[in-house]
């Protein structure tokens, strides 16, 4: 089967009684056994009959095979939002005394979880420019636990080569975690491109209409014993398990995943093009403009379509409030991929914590608006841009 087809006809684990063509949402927290045996063989992880929903339940697992199917992953876990996917996947890779090496580019969420909280716990996180190959390579050492980037950052808008990033791990016998939120994995396949754990917040393209919060850690079974551990002990004993409801609106969402993110790259791609003739905005950033500095490794990692987030630059920190304050039909919000467009000035919000100098080591600029563009008409969205921009 196509990804299309699998994306709507996967299976389920078991025959519905009633023929339901949606998976049921079963909200319950435990399952009954008809013996002891049974349920030895359930508790002690050799069965795949549920006991208990933080750690397994039908609803979830139903989307998690779905994604397994796109992905072609050896496992899949879904968790409660895309910081708790990160969180355990980086809690159960990493010890005491053990490194991360990362960039200074990333989501203001992650960045201050690997650089306050696991650095609390003796996990310190080497910061280095991810693109520059003999950087990364100075960085990674015998205590170093993995590579983790985001594939395409958040606001900057960066491309590393995960295929020269791949290697180093592979030399330090270390996994490559990458981030991939950015393009859905319906676009292009990680494991090819040697990433061996990917991480996605669901809340963004998969959910479609930002109806919900969710993450998942996809495994390609490329990292021994990383699948089981996250199974049995993260699940178990940080207990961020996606919820049954969530997954049923998430398993939705992704039905119609491939669609939607066609559309709104497409869309991306003709605004971009349409907001560079625009002369109150200084520059446009997207990587899929022919002349953007990434668009060569971009098109080459990701295949034809840049995802649906840009950044334009303003003039001015000033420009920038007025601008939000002036639209009219996009969104003023957070988040990505919605079928609405969003705008957010990402220096005073999302990064409105962080020091002047962090955001100048992290490159968060305020002359910089970040649109992450929807499924209406390219027309209506251009239109409120342009006259919000207006002096
Ligand atoms: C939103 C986002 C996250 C966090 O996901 P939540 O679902 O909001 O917890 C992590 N990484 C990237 C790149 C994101 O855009």
Known sequence: MKKETKAIHTAYQENDPYGALAMPVYHCAAYEFPNAAEMIESFC??????????????????????????TEADNVIAFSSGMAAISNALICLSAAGKNIVSSQHMFGNTYAFLNSTLARFNVETKLCDLTNIDEVEKNVDENTCCIYLEIVTNPQLEVADLGQLAAVA????????????????????????????????????????????????????TCPGFGKRMKQEMLLNLGAYMTPHVAYMQ??????????????????LELATRLRTVPEICHVNYIGLPDNPYYELSQRQFGPTGGAMLTIELADKESCFSFINRLKLVKRATNLFDNRTLAIH???????????????????????????????AVDDIFEDIQQAVKK
Request: no cysteine; aromatic share 8%.
């Open 45 to 70: 992880n050799r069965s795949n009959k549920p006991d208990y929903s933080r750690v397994t339940n039908p609803t979830v697992i139903y989307f998690e095979n779905k994604v397994k199917a796109l």
């Open 170 to 221: 592979k030399r330090f016998n270390i996994p490559l975690v990458a981030d991939t939120t950015a393009i859905p994995f319906t676009e292009f396949e990680a494991k090819k491109l040697g990433v061996d754990i990917e991480i996605v917040s669901s809340t963004k393209y998969l959910s479609g209409g930002g109806t919900s919060i969710g993450g998942l850690v996809i495994d390609y079974g």
């Open 251 to 268: 398993t939705l969402g992704l039905e119609t995943l491939d669609a939607r993110y066609r559309m709104q790259a497409g869309n991306a």
């Open 346 to 376: 990402p220096a005073s919000t999302i990064f409105g914590n962080f020091t002047e100098s962090q955001l100048q080591d992290m490159d968060v600029s305020d002359r910089i608006i970040r649109i992450s563009v929807g499924l209406e």
